[in-house]
């Protein structure tokens, strides 16, 4: 007999279940040690799986992490996809407002990511995702600066922004989304005056 949908159900919450717990656990102890010193043991007995299940799923705590980094990359594409050249131009703080809120709602991780225990893999990914996306599909960000210039100015705004995001997340993320999103534009159209008045 074949397997029925209410098994197949349960067996994929279970999976979900097992996975996310050893995602929770894997972002709790990279709070405190970076992930070379984590151990398969001490990693399942916190997340309270047995090292076998563990094995069925992963590799290792490093293929844990990149599988985990993978989805939040492949969240973030999505969200940058739903924004075409017209949209970000249009309304730069809804773009930044969806982008903050996937980083609130997988927060417990990209804290970590972007942290003093975080994976330069990850940040790497990300900012080379965005970057393409400016080149290849929102180039009026591009128009403005001279060619030669715009990997200067990209890693300037860019590393701006990570710094933004790791203080929301050291200050208790106090702003919502859009809060964020407001400040951020004020600060690309405005910015810090360093003239006397």
């Not at 969200?79 to 407002?97: C, N, Q």
């Not at 804290?111 to 180039?139: H, P, Q, T």
């Not at 009026?140 to 922004?161: H, M, N, W």
Request: aromatic residues 10%; charged residues 30%.
């Amino acid at each position: 007999m074949g397997t029925s949908v209410k098994e197949t159900d349960t067996t994929d919450r279970r999976i979900r279940k097992t996975r996310a717990a050893l995602k929770a656990a894997l972002a709790e102890l990279m709070q405190v040690k970076q992930v070379k010193d984590i151990s398969v043991r001490e990693l399942t007995d916190l997340a309270d799986v047995n090292r076998g299940t563990f094995y069925l799923h992963y590799k290792d705590v490093f293929d844990l992490l990149e599988k985990t980094e993978d989805d939040i990359l492949a969240a973030f594409k999505e969200t940058l996809d739903e924004f075409d050249e017209k949209s970000v131009s249009d309304d730069a703080t809804r773009f930044f407002e969806s982008v903050y809120t996937l980083c609130m709602k997988n927060g417990d991780f990209i804290r970590i990511l972007i942290g003093e225990n975080g994976d330069i893999r990850f940040l790497n990914c990300l900012k080379e995702l965005v970057r393409e996306k400016c080149l290849n599909e929102w180039s009026f960000i591009t128009k403005k600066q001279r060619p030669e210039q715009f990997d200067s100015y990209y890693a300037f705004i860019v590393g701006g922004l990570i710094s933004l995001l790791q203080y929301w997340f050291s200050s208790g993320m106090k702003e919502t989304p859009h809060e964020l999103a407001i400040i951020t534009g004020d600060m690309l159209t405005g910015g810090l005056s360093m003239k006397l008045k």
